[in-house]
């Protein structure tokens, strides 16, 4: 079995009518479905938040075979993703996309998860040290995409769980958490 | 002087005639219970040969296979029914019953990759990776008589033969002469051109584009642009599994 690095590739990465989308629709939907759950399990285990369409990406060719993605077949994988809720589109041109293997919703539900596990019910935190203080060192906040992090910080103050509010010393942003 | 024919004569006639009925009669019941006699000690031979054997007929699967021919040629089939002392003796009606939900099982799962056709040693490969928590090895032939049961459920499980060798169709797609031909052809490489189609079995480009189309629309074919001599190249899931498509698997 291929490798990329520590990730293990599926077999149909190593077939060559897979780097070419199909003209029939049943075929094509197989194709579809499988390139979305590789996208999204490369994406989790390697920390990928941002996919660019016109990068190399590492799924986006494969050298053994010889084969690599054309522009309309990426397209048409992140965009099934995209309606499927687990990828937006950063850009009008739709050249970057951000990759959501937890929906918004569910990264909330890790946010509050790590609130309630570090006692941190009524604390003061700033932006980043969710996403590099030593409390999420070794979680899943531990990185991630400032965007997606603001979107579920965003969320969860809409429901009244916390409040961000502009720092007075630093330009960071502060969460004042209210659980 | 002509006898003429009298009540004695008639009743001789008659006489005769029924001692021969009875003679034939004797005669054909003598044979019946003969029959019935050797059938009768061949069969517990044949029970006492499984008894005796059940190990390996569970177990071996050229031994079963050789048994099941045995069988056949004395005209008696083991997996006619599930009851009966052949069931409750070896248990092999349950074995092939198992096989043969596995088999349906795998086809299906697979068939979104290979349209519904799926040769019959990658379907053993699976069939073996799924049942590795028993060590019955399970041959092709033993999947052959899983598959001519299932027939009887009119689902249209089928095995053709292309070329050297043997697929299993879960759909009910007819392939003509035509698609057998290209299926052959592409047995070599995993794929075919329109070009290799024309060349090597001498057709016009109508014929095999229009065969090669019926193919991709069936499922079984995957296009495949992306070679650098920019020849779209057709590839079948079914002669060439993706699962093997790399020599070094895990």
């Given at each position: 079995m291929q490798k990329l690095g520590d990730f293990k590739l599926p077999?149909?990465?190593?077939?060559?009518?897979?780097f070419t989308l199909q003209p029939v629709r049943d075929t094509r939907e197989k194709q579809i479905q499988l390139w979305k759950e590789l996208i999204l399990d490369y994406c989790r285990t390697q920390k990928i938040f941002v996919i660019g369409l016109e990068e190399d990406f590492?799924?986006?060719?494969?050298s053994v075979i010889e084969r690599s993605l054309s522009h309309e077949a990426r397209q048409a994988f992140i965009s099934a993703l995209v309606s499927d809720g687990r990828a937006e589109w950063l850009d009008k041109g739709h050249r970057k996309c951000l990759i959501l293997w937890h929906r918004i919703q569910d990264w909330a539900d890790i946010i509050l998860h790590f609130v309630k596990n570090n006692g941190l019910e009524d604390s003061v935190m700033t932006v980043e040290e969710i996403r590099s203080g030593v409390e999420s060192r070794?979680?899943?906040?531990?990185?991630?995409d400032r965007t997606i992090l603001m979107r579920a910080l965003k969320l969860l103050e809409q429901k009244g769980k916390l409040a961000i509010f502009k720092g007075s010393s630093t330009d960071d942003e502060g969460i004042k958490f209210s659980v | 002087m002509r006898r003429r024919p009298g009540i004695g004569g008639l009743q001789t006639a008659a006489a005769a005639r029924d001692q021969y009925r009875q003679l034939g009669e004797n005669v054909a019941k003598l044979r019946a219970d003969m029959m019935k006699e050797q059938l009768s000690t061949f069969r517990s031979q044949l029970e006492d040969f499984a008894r005796k054997h059940k190990k390996d007929i569970s177990k071996n699967p050229a031994f079963r296979s050789q048994f099941h021919e045995m069988c056949a040629k004395v005209g008696?089939?083991?997996?006619?029914?599930?009851?009966?002392?052949w069931a409750e003796l070896l248990g092999i009606g349950d074995f092939y019953y198992e096989i043969g939900v596995q088999i349906v099982d795998i086809c299906l799962s697979t068939r979104p990759h290979n349209g519904g056709l799926i040769s019959l040693q990658e379907l053993c490969t699976l069939l073996r990776q799924r049942r590795k928590s028993d060590r019955e090895a399970v041959s092709e032939d033993d999947c052959l008589r899983a598959i001519s049961k299932l027939k009887i459920l009119g689902s249209g499980f089928e095995v053709i033969t292309v070329g050297k060798k043997k697929l299993v169709r879960s759909v009910p797609t007819e392939l003509n002469k035509d698609h057998n031909e290209i299926l052959e052809l592409a047995q070599a490489q995993g794929y075919a051109t329109v070009d290799e189609v024309e060349r090597r079995l001498s057709w016009t480009s109508g014929r095999a584009v229009d065969a090669l189309d019926t193919l991709l629309d069936e499922g079984l074919a995957m296009i495949d642009d992306g070679h650098r001599d920019g020849r779209r190249r057709y590839w079948f899931p079914c002669v060439s599994p993706i699962s093997s498509s790399l020599t070094t698997d895990a």
């Open positions: 077999h149909f990465f190593n077939y060559p009518p897979y590492p799924l986006f060719s494969n070794g979680t899943e906040l531990e990185g991630i | 008696v089939d083991p997996l006619a029914s599930n009851k009966g002392f």
